[in-house]
């Protein structure tokens, strides 16, 4: 090892060290001999070699076996302990602009914050305000520092990676060089996280390509090399934006039906489409459906190319050769939630616990929408850490409704609460308290390296529990970011299937908890599913777009969520659950 690594190893051992809360000076004399050491015109490994370590400045005995140990093997002993002590993302942290060892381990201490990922949802949920030395400037830096990061990763979240498709579909039309720009790929068939982007573009006729792959070109990103160019073609120009991967297709008008077919996938989805019509005697590709004569057969829309092979239009999400191409043959697709069918919000936080607006502020925007309820789910009172309610701030809350119900009539606000559920499967507050609320949003916040068996049992007692109206969250997971725990979802949804408990679909794009796959096989076994913003302030409420995508991904229609149903109807629903 050189002297720049030896120097880097000492820098990760004093940093580490002050982290581990270890005495101030034995860090700061880490960092002063690694910085001994990056400017040194010997060589190290010859120094230790000969026994004169001791002239480096700083340099003690300590210090010294540590070096040593370094040489001789490549890594570092104590680093290791030191770092063994916590999670590897803590190093990401350590990496963000003002982050410094006391901070990193404020957040881990309190929040229990270890990742980019918790971090950033910490940030937008408020939670370093109130945090000794953050503070509301501190928070927005933080986010700051972490979206200037996200932009060297490779994979984006679907609202990151739907905001950049969407601002490029915008400029490829503000160009005035197309016909037509849209959103193909698994973009459009819904996904959680994303590593490229597709974008069919039409061009107008006698449109120079030179003049499309110059403007298309244009938008990659600026690196100290040039722009982020993967590869330039006349039908094919692919570039980095923000990062992420974007493929632009140029197509002929009269492919545009079949390309988008094809292009928006999914490959195992098209493949079966493929297979069908080779058996029928037709050929399909992106160009068009083709009779066995090579005669192109007309296709103006996508329903079109799905007619020619004798299926009924398969709506995008749910393209993932999951048994959709049956139904559509039996003329069986369901009909998908669409974000009209909400009529109100469930699972909101107010200002009351880690929210920014007020509960008026929330109820006047749902209205301004077009909701017809709210329901309020502040955090329980383990949740020190966002602000969870006493009972007494509970009954406060308790009398504020009840006078905006008043005076906001006929919308509703539905009181209930987001009750961490316990390690031991137990819900926050005492029973009188939770009878007293019109629901109870049951999550798992903390305690999450769990193994299977024990998160399992938590949770099959959290729904053994009659109070418990919907589960929140179920995996705890944060994409990109952290697993979530692991647990038998074979005896949890048979638990929820018989307690007549509902399931939260976290909107939440840091979240989309539980996935798609997992809301289809609730959904049949008559699980009802709450689309739930987990909103925050006036702006999650928006979180719904990506929530109500997943919805629909998992064949889900307005009889399958309980927040598509009237305010009479969740009343009665709500009471249902109380009253078993």
Known sequence: MDNRGIADTLRRIAVFSELSGENPFKA?????????VEKLPDSVPELCAQGRLAEIKGVGKGIAEVIEDVVATGRSALLERLTSAFPPGITDLLSLSGMGPKRVRAVYDSLGVSTLGEMEYACRENRLVALAG?????????????????????????????????????LAEASALFSSAEIAGSLRRGKAVFKDIDILLIPKTKVDPARIQELLLSFADAGPDGPAVIGAGETKVSIRRQGLQVDFRIIAAESHASALQHFTGSKEHTTLLRSRAKAMGLKMSEYGVFDSSGKPLPSRSE?????????????AEIREADGEIEAAEAGSLPALVEPRDI?????????????????????????????????????????????????????????????????????????GIESDILSDGALDYPDEVLDALDFVLGSVHSKLSMDSEAATERLLKAISNPRLTILGHPSGRLLLSREGYPYDEERVLEALAASGAALEHNCNPHRLDPGWEVLKRAARRGIRIAIDPDAHDSGGFDDMRYGIAMARKAWLGKRDTINCMSVEEIDAFFRKRKRS
Not at 28 to 36: L, P
Not at 304 to 313: F, P, R, S
């Open 303 to 315: 329903s079109d190319v799905y007619g020619h092979i004798g299926l009924a239009w398969i709506p």
């Open 28 to 36: 700061r004399a880490f960092e002063n001999v690694a910085r001994a």
């Open 343 to 415: 009529r109100g919000m469930i699972h909101v936080h107010t200002s009351a616990s880690d929210g920014s607006r007020s509960l008026d502020e929330l109820a006047r925007e749902c209205i301004r929408r077009g909701y017809a309820y709210l329901c309020v789910s502040d955090h329980s009172r383990t949740a020190s850490y966002a602000g969870g309610l006493s009972i007494d701030a509970l009954a406060a809350q308790a009398a504020e409704i009840a006078a905006l119900n008043a005076s906001l009539a006929p919308f509703r606000i539905f009181q």
């Open 134 to 170: 953050f503070g509301e400037k501190m928070q927005a830096n933080i986010l700051k520092a972490i979206e200037f990061r996200k932009t060297t990763q490779s994979s984006r979240l679907y609202s990151e990676a739907l905001a950049i498709g969407e601002e490029l579909v915008s």
